[in-house]
């Protein structure tokens, strides 16, 4: 209950467009209510003709009867109920709406009365349903914005741990199962309570004591609900699981489809998602197959029920001691239509059972707290960068495994400093900490003299300027890619841009050129011009601190010598981290620091760090003895073809 009051929290905003939707409702359930109450003046009318004369005169009325009364019978009637008083002041309204001498003009008003009843009901119902789906809609429009901000503020280290498939199932999957739980949950449920109200109010008017006997029911019926929904609810959190399980399979396929088309795959990752499909499938016919009793059991509650309520109450009729038969016939309309209602808030707990599990799920991750977030009172980083200090830096992912020890390092303005190591030595996690992808364990990391734990994130990442080796795009156009830079630059500024980062020529040869799509992740785009967008991307923020994770590797030679041009011209004047896969790109930095697990092994010049017998050297001779045997291996290509020409041609000759 508190996860549904705490949803039932989004409807706030859309409070005024939900008063006027349960105002209509009431009308809706009135007018409905009204229907039923109609059954007597109706009979009355068509048996009787329905004067104040012949009312007067039937069973019920609380005048003289012919067959006689005990004593009771006659206190009974000397002091009516308020029931009854009610059903006498219904009945008296509408004989002085619809009452003729003429008993066919009685007839006829009397059908106007009806029509124009269904008519007021049918608007009631109209209105009702328009107004709930805007507030429906509005909620579930709040809700996935609410989820999709969250994201945003969620740290790294967050989506390393969440798989993606389960992340897109929550904004998806579970907030249209919160949707059900609104729209069939508290607006149906709502709906459904006062139409009970206004058939239970008809049934009442009929006969009280008779209705007495009904709510006899109501306990095991409500008993047997509660238990359905609690197991739906465990049946829907499976399902929920299984359907992220299906999302993230469907992504790893699309992500992954040249690899699973190399490695001929397509049967093994069929078969892989079968069985997740067929868990899924499993758990759906599970939980409806639970949710499917519900509404039997309380029908055949309530037709019990029902059939002894018109047993007890036909029997008295029979012997001439009950209710008049119109009024008998009203009781029966109004009980039997009591069922829909109730059969349709069992379908209710269904939804809302559902509803919670889902929201418990995407609550979860509401209140997963940002632990990279701005500090009270943060302050705004200016430029210019004159020195940046990382102090005794360290960071572990996983507790107890540090990733970085001790990194101490000054870097002065204007220089490039790369940064090299084996793999897992910890090169990237060192350059995540400098835009607070995650924040150090031990030690800070200073700009200008601030702790950057003390500077608004958005300035402090205004400042950076990411290049990586797998460039980041998006499914929009050219030149949308590249303004992600600076949002609210001009065309021109995007041209230039291009144009330094060797891009302009070949988007001038796309057939829309600045404005054509260029496919999700930029698939539409070789390596070397995804690279080459986002060099524009980063010359055009103009930042002052640059990280460059090695953007000419897997390249071709003609796209490595553009992409390695442009790079030239973008580090011009900044302040540089260059993370190094290949040695032979960071020679001309001003210092290279040799990372080993986790810390700064060594820290030098490319010359310096050669002539000293460790990591660096061993490095670089590995890295050198392999670019010579490929070179050996090209160079031995056509001279092996030729010696196999000459070879052919003797044969021939032969």
Request: with cysteine; proline share 5%; aromatic share 6%.
């Amino acid at each position: 209950m508190k996860l549904y009051l705490r949803l039932l929290r989004y409807l706030r905003p859309h409070l005024r467009m939900l008063v006027l939707s349960i105002v209509c409702m009431a009308g809706y359930a009135a007018f409905s209510g009204a229907t039923i109450g109609l059954v007597v003046p109706f009979s009355r009318i068509l048996l009787y003709g329905g004067t104040p004369e012949v009312a007067a005169t039937l069973p019920g009325s609380g005048a003289p009867q012919p067959a006689p009364v005990d004593s009771a019978r006659a206190a009974t009637s000397a002091k009516p109920s308020l029931a009854g008083w009610a059903r006498e002041r219904a009945k008296g309204m509408i004989a002085a709406l619809v009452h003729s001498p003429d008993r066919l003009e009685t007839l006829r008003r009397f059908c106007f009365v009806i029509v124009l009843v269904f008519l007021l009901k049918n608007i009631f119902w109209y209105a009702q349903s328009f107004l709930i789906v805007r507030v429906e809609q509005g909620v579930i429009r709040d809700l996935r914005a609410s989820l999709y901000r969250h994201y945003l503020g969620l740290p790294i280290e967050f989506y390393n741990d969440a798989g993606a498939g389960t992340l897109i199932s929550r904004i998806t999957n579970d907030v249209t199962l919160v949707r059900g739980a609104i729209a069939n949950g508290f607006a149906q449920g709502l709906r459904q309570s006062l139409l009970i109200l206004a058939y239970t109010t008809a049934v009442i008017l009929a006969n009280w004591r008779l209705f007495l006997l009904t709510l006899l029911v109501a306990p095991p019926a409500f008993y047997l609900i509660n238990r359905v929904g609690r197991r739906l609810r465990r049946y829907s959190t499976r399902s929920q699981e299984r359907m992220a399980d299906i999302t993230g399979g469907l992504q790893e396929t699309i992500l992954g489809i040249r690899i699973i088309k190399a490695f001929n795959l397509e049967r093994h990752m069929g078969e892989r998602f079968r069985r997740v499909n067929e868990d899924y499938g499993s758990s759906v016919i599970r939980m409806n197959r639970t949710g499917a009793l519900a509404p039997p059991i309380t029908e055949m509650l309530g037709a019990g029920m029902g059939v002894i309520i018109l047993y007890l109450g036909g029997r008295d009729i029979v012997r001439g001691a009950g209710m008049e038969g119109a009024q008998f016939l009203m009781f029966l309309i109004g009980l039997f239509a009591l069922m829909q209602p109730i059969r349709a808030l069992s379908q209710v707990n269904i939804q809302i059972e559902e509803g919670i599990a889902a929201s418990e799920r995407i609550f979860k991750i509401l209140d997963t707290p940002p632990t990279v977030r701005d500090a009270p009172r943060a302050r705004s980083l200016a430029p210019p960068v004159r020195e940046i200090r990382f102090e005794d830096v360290s960071f572990e992912h996983v507790p107890g495994v540090p990733v970085l020890r001790d990194i101490r390092f000054d870097v002065q303005a204007g220089e490039m400093i790369a940064i090299v190591g084996l793999s897992g030595a910890g090169k990237s996690t060192l350059i995540d900490l400098l835009p607070r992808f995650y924040d150090p364990d031990a030690g800070r990391i200073l700009i200008n003299g601030e702790d950057i734990r003390v500077v608004r994130l958005e300035s402090l990442r205004s400042m950076i300027g990411l290049v990586t080796q797998e460039t980041v795009l998006f499914d929009d156009t050219v030149e949308a890619n590249i303004a992600l830079g600076k949002p609210g630059a001009t065309h021109e500024e995007i041209v230039r841009a291009s144009e330094a980062a060797n891009a302009h020529r070949f988007i001038r040869e796309m057939p829309q050129g600045y404005a054509t799509p260029i496919g999700d992740r930029g698939m539409k785009l070789s390596g070397g011009q995804r690279q080459r967008l986002a060099i524009a991307r980063a010359i055009l923020r103009d930042p002052p601190i640059l990280v460059l994770d090695e953007a000419t590797s897997a390249l071709d030679s003609e796209s490595e010598a553009l992409v390695q041009e442009a790079v030239e011209r973008l580090l011009r004047n900044r302040t540089t981290f260059v993370i190094a896969h290949r040695l032979s790109t960071v020679q001309e930095a001003d210092r290279i620091l040799v990372l080993d697990r986790g810390r700064i092994e060594d820290e030098g010049t490319h010359d310096e760090l050669l002539a000293r017998d460790g990591l660096y050297q061993r490095l670089y001779r590995m890295q050198f003895r392999d670019a010579t045997a490929e070179r050996s291996s090209a160079a031995a290509a056509p001279a092996e073809a030729a010696d196999a020409a000459r070879e052919t041609a003797g044969r021939s000759h032969g």
